[in-house]
């Protein structure tokens, strides 16, 4: 019976690539050595596959993940009613940002320099469309006391309303939401445990 001697191509990953070196270089080579020059036991350098295999999982799984993450994000977004509300905590800021309100939440400062960056995904929104000032700012300080009980005089002393024809239409109730919500922004901006994450898009870092 004649035996020959095959060579051949695998086309699975080497268990080096997959696991990384353990074992001592003597070790490996002596296996190497064994086992022919055909060899890249435990040898990423010498493995034919370990360029496909990192540009597979860099173009072809990376961005399946990141999809993923996106679409559980808008389905989680889709599925909330698009309300006004006080978001005041981390879960809530996870579930998304009602359309109603981001602008309101765009428009808050330290967000917007964000944006301008290109820090943050911002709901898509491009900052050369957003106006110079930002309108819910008089909205947000329209109406509060601005003293102490000495400075009353009568009965809106001390209480200023601003109001402009280009203010956006808002009621009382969903503007103190707003001033909630943007309010707790800056803490998760500040927190060490979440100012990595990107306000608009809470499960994602920003950059």
């Not at 765009?106 to 106006?131: A, S, W």
Request: net charge negative; proline share 5%.
């Amino acid at each position: 019976m004649n035996i020959r001697e095959l060579s051949f191509n695998s086309n699975l990953t080497s268990l080096g690539a997959i696991l990384g070196t353990c074992g001592s270089q003597s070790l490996i080579d002596g296996i190497n050595e064994q086992c022919g020059s055909g060899s890249f036991f435990g040898n990423m350098e010498r493995d034919p596959f370990s360029t496909g295999f990192y540009n597979f999982m860099q173009q072809v799984i990376e961005p399946l993940r990141e999809t993923k993450h996106l679409l559980e994000t808008v389905s989680a977004q889709v599925q909330e009613p698009d309300v006004f509300k006080a978001i005041t905590t981390v879960e809530e800021l996870r579930k998304g940002i009602p359309p109603c309100m981001q602008l309101g939440v765009i428009y808050h400062p330290p967000v917007r320099q964000m944006l301008e960056e290109e820090r943050i995904d911002g709901f898509g929104i491009n900052p050369k469309t957003l106006e110079k000032e930002d309108p819910y700012e008089d909205l947000i300080k329209s109406g509060k006391w601005e003293g102490n009980s000495l400075d009353i005089q009568g009965e809106w002393a001390g209480v200023t309303f601003y109001e402009k024809s280009t203010d956006p239409e808002l009621t009382y109730e969903e503007i103190r939401c707003l001033e909630a919500t943007r309010k707790f922004i800056d803490k998760f901006m500040a927190d060490e445990e979440t100012k990595h994450y990107d306000p608009t898009l809470a499960t994602e870092l920003h950059g």
